[in-house]
């Protein structure tokens, strides 16, 4: 797995969007950009992947640069809910893969 | 459809006793990892095992730990003669059979904590 680089903390504002960066320089062609975040000790929980493309689902927006060594989690309309610890991932999608979770971003949403 | 499944989630032992504790996958799922959390650190992987094999146990200590994944019934990660630095909360997570485009499910964990 590709090494990735996070801020340690951030802050946002209730109903803002929450822009959480990711490095992954040495991401290989094949491995994709998978976001988790994990809420106070609950298990961690999947939010989003992507491998070039920018992806879009219920709960938030991938946006991958197009070298793909970065990316760029968003949350349109953060809630105090959302506060969490963010974990970037660069992994392989097929296979039974371990999943690496560096210490990731913790993001605090304020009312 | 139930989500992973871990119990108990909640156990104290004292130190010296046999720990297990138990994850059962998502229907369907035949991969099942687990993961140890210290406090105040990150995830870190322990081992992966599909039905009645380990396919990946890097992440184990060399001793007192054990994980099965039997036929019938839940995976079992049983922890030997504990001792404080084993409290920790400890993650199980499902995935299906290997295919593209799959995710690993987390369960809620076990937090053993060790007196």
């Known amino acids: 797995d590709a090494k990735t680089t996070q801020p340690t903390s951030m802050d946002c504002a209730e109903g803002r969007a929450a822009n959480l960066p990711c490095n992954h320089s040495t991401i290989s062609g094949n491995e994709y950009v998978y976001w988790y975040r994990q809420i106070h000790s609950q298990g961690p929980q999947y939010i989003i992947h992507?491998?070039?493309n920018n992806e879009t689902n219920e709960m938030a927006s991938l946006i991958i640069t197009e070298d793909r060594k970065s990316s760029t989690l968003i949350l349109p309309h953060a809630t105090l809910r959302d506060t969490a610890v963010y974990y970037c991932?660069?992994?392989?999608?097929?296979?039974?893969?371990?999943?690496?979770f560096g210490a990731g971003t913790r993001l605090f949403v304020k009312a | 459809n139930a989500g992973v499944m871990q119990n108990p989630r909640h156990l104290v032992r004292r130190r010296g006793q046999e720990a297990r504790l138990r994850c059962s996958p998502m229907k369907g799922h035949s991969h099942v990892y687990w993961y140890r959390q210290l406090p105040e650190e990150g995830l870190k992987f322990m081992v992966y095992l599909q039905k009645e094999n380990i396919i990946d146990e890097s992440g184990m200590p060399k001793e007192r730990f054990s994980a099965e994944f039997p036929k019938e019934g839940p995976s079992i990660l049983r922890i030997q003669q504990v001792v404080r630095g084993d409290s920790a909360a400890y993650f199980c997570?499902?995935?299906?059979?290997?295919?593209?485009?799959?995710?690993?499910?987390f369960g809620p964990g076990t937090r053993l904590t060790v007196t």
């Open positions: 997570a499902s995935s299906p059979a290997p295919r593209a485009t799959y995710e690993q499910y």
């Open positions: 992507g491998l070039k």
């Open positions: 991932i660069a992994r392989l999608n097929t296979g039974g893969f371990k999943t690496i």
